[in-house]
């Protein structure tokens, strides 16, 4: 793991090689992150990252939460995830779940992305398995201007624990 100095230090291209994954399937933001450099800390690294999605058009921002697999849906079940996709939704236990939960998530899944057109997106890590089945149950209630916010910001807590494990301090 690097340092924040080696992190201040990498040419562009080994900036993106580091970085590119930790907002999902989206390399483009750290990219755009590149030119804040030098991050005073691991939080403006994120602040700068999270900047770039702010400033991206909502056609991007659309496009950054569908780079992100479905709960435990078709990217689970054929092991085509990313390595954190995995190990987060594997922590929280949706990579055994029953029979009854696999179709409730399924058709969760099926509802959620009709209504909104992008995945349900929750920092799992954040969750117990009962807690995402609620929220995401509560969530389907809200408008997709809501929906967008509120993916958009579990995406940034995603992304910020994801840094913490790419960092030392």
């Not at 702010?54 to 092991?79: F, I, M, N, S, Y």
């Not at 987060?88 to 949706?94: R, W």
């Not at 954040?126 to 149950?137: C, M, N, Q, R, V």
């Not at 969530?139 to 967008?148: G, K, Q, S």
């Amino acid at each position: 793991m690097p340092t924040l100095a080696r992190v201040n230090a990498m040419p562009a291209a080994e900036f993106r090689a580091a970085f590119g994954g930790v907002f999902e399937h989206s390399p483009w933001v750290a990219e755009g992150a590149f030119a804040a450099r030098p991050f005073a800390s691991v939080d403006a690294l994120h602040a700068a990252m999270t900047d770039v999605v702010k400033r991206a058009g909502r056609e991007d921002q659309v496009a950054l939460l569908r780079a992100h697999p479905e709960l435990a849906g078709k990217e689970a079940q054929a092991g085509t995830m990313t390595g954190d996709s995995t190990a987060e939704q594997g922590g929280a236990g949706l990579n055994a779940l029953s029979r009854a939960e696999m179709t409730r998530i399924a058709d969760l899944n099926r509802r959620y992305r009709e209504k909104f057109g992008f995945p349900f997106i929750i920092a799992v890590r954040k969750h117990t398995k009962d807690g995402i089945l609620s929220e995401f149950e509560r969530r389907l209630a809200n408008d997709r201007d809501t929906e967008l916010a509120t993916c958009l910001g579990q995406v940034f807590v995603i992304t910020r624990l994801r840094l913490d494990g790419l960092i030392s301090s």
